[in-house]
């Protein structure tokens, strides 16, 4: 539906100003849509079973009506998501959810000013916490499989660490799946720890989330208690670290094996790729994906991510032991390291 055509040097003026037409459109539907998003009126509608007045919906998520209604009537006439009759509406299918974009979108909106560099991300910039988890949910359940599996076989009462937790689904799965493991969540971002709080509360299990920056070890391991079987994951969060150099990155993680001496540790990680590997990539979807995935990271002072190559020279540096590493599905980036410290 939203899908970009090559645009192709040999177009006709016609053509080239049809296809600036499309581009412009897709740009505003993604901004009025991630906007709305971000304002609550998807989750108000997904819950909807019959159709609800515009200035019903005005009402509940506290905007204007009439330019409420400007939205509505650009998202109705140029996509196939919504039904429209006079002021009511209805979700016809499943909008797309775009909480990659909207979790990005404030970073997005202050392009400007990071690039001439008068706002930093992190002071005056961050990343939107509540749709960063979003997105983790819809897109973990292959990675997150996978670990369940490989711990169902664990026979001792264990914890799982789970460094840069998200919402916290890992440690409800894993804990469900085998009742010997009990959990600890870390995240750095508080809006996180307190939704990953509430998740964890609904399984029931024994977990604790913590908010901390996992590079202060001292600080959140106290809350282990010893003599017990430690088993860490790290998942789509270790390249975020690699901000400060690899020399203090390899650090780190002499310091966790230091820490934890043969302790089982998975970590995932997007199987990096160059601009040039991009720009050549036939699969478009993929190649999106991977182009939007490697800009965000130098906009939000994060690591840049990568290659599979470069991880595993990390974990040699760091003395760390990689048992396997897995692809946990077919055309996704991600692969675990499965590594014992
Ligand atoms: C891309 S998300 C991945 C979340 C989850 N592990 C998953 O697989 O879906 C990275 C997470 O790491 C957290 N994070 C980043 N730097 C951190 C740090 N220094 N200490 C603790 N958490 C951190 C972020 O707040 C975010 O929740």
Redesign the pocket.
């Known amino acids: 539906m939203f899908f970009i055509k090559n645009l192709s040097q040999n177009n006709t003026e016609h053509e080239t100003v049809l296809q600036d037409q499309l581009l412009a459109t897709h740009y505003l539907i993604t901004l009025t849509h991630t906007t709305l998003e971000r304002l609550g009126l998807f989750d108000v509608l997904r819950k909807k079973t019959e159709p609800a007045a515009i200035d019903e919906l005005s009402k509940i998520i506290k905007v204007r009506t009439d330019i409420l209604e400007a939205c509505i009537n650009f998202l109705w006439s140029t996509t196939n998501y919504l039904e429209k009759n006079g002021q009511k509406i209805i979700l016809k299918n499943n909008p797309p959810k775009w909480f990659w974009i909207a979790t990005y979108k404030p970073v997005f909106d202050n392009l400007e000013s990071l690039l001439k560099g008068t706002k930093k991300y992190g002071n005056d910039v961050v990343r939107d916490?509540y749709y960063?988890?979003k997105m983790?949910i819809t897109i973990?359940n292959p990675?997150e499989n996978y670990i369940v599996q490989q711990l169902q076989e664990i026979k001792e009462k264990s914890i799982l660490v789970?460094?840069?937790?998200?919402p916290g689904t890992l440690l409800s799965r894993v804990s469900a799946a085998n009742p010997l493991i009990e959990g600890l969540g870390?995240?750095?971002?508080p809006i996180?720890t307190d939704i990953a709080q509430k998740n964890v509360m609904r399984s029931r299990r024994p977990i604790k989330i913590i908010t901390?920056?996992?590079?202060k070890i001292h600080f959140w391991k106290k809350h282990i208690p010893s003599n017990v079987n430690l088993i860490f994951s790290a998942?789509?969060?270790l390249h975020?670290?690699l901000r400060d150099g690899e020399e203090r990155f390899i650090s780190f993680l002499k310091t966790l094996k230091g820490a934890f001496p043969g302790s089982r540790f998975f970590v995932?990680e997007i199987n990096a790729l160059s601009p040039q590997e991009i720009k050549n990539m036939r699969s478009n979807d993929y190649k999106f994906f991977m182009a939007m995935f490697m800009f965000t990271h130098p906009l939000t002072e994060q690591g840049l991510p990568r290659s599979k190559k470069e991880w595993l020279s990390f974990f040699k540096k760091s003395q760390w032991s990689v048992m396997r590493t897995e692809q946990p599905k077919n055309n996704d980036a991600r692969i675990i390291y499965d590594c014992l410290l």
């Open positions: 916490g960063l988890q983790s973990n990675v789970d460094l840069g937790c998200g870390i995240d750095v971002d996180i901390a920056d996992v590079t998942n789509s969060i975020e670290l995932t």
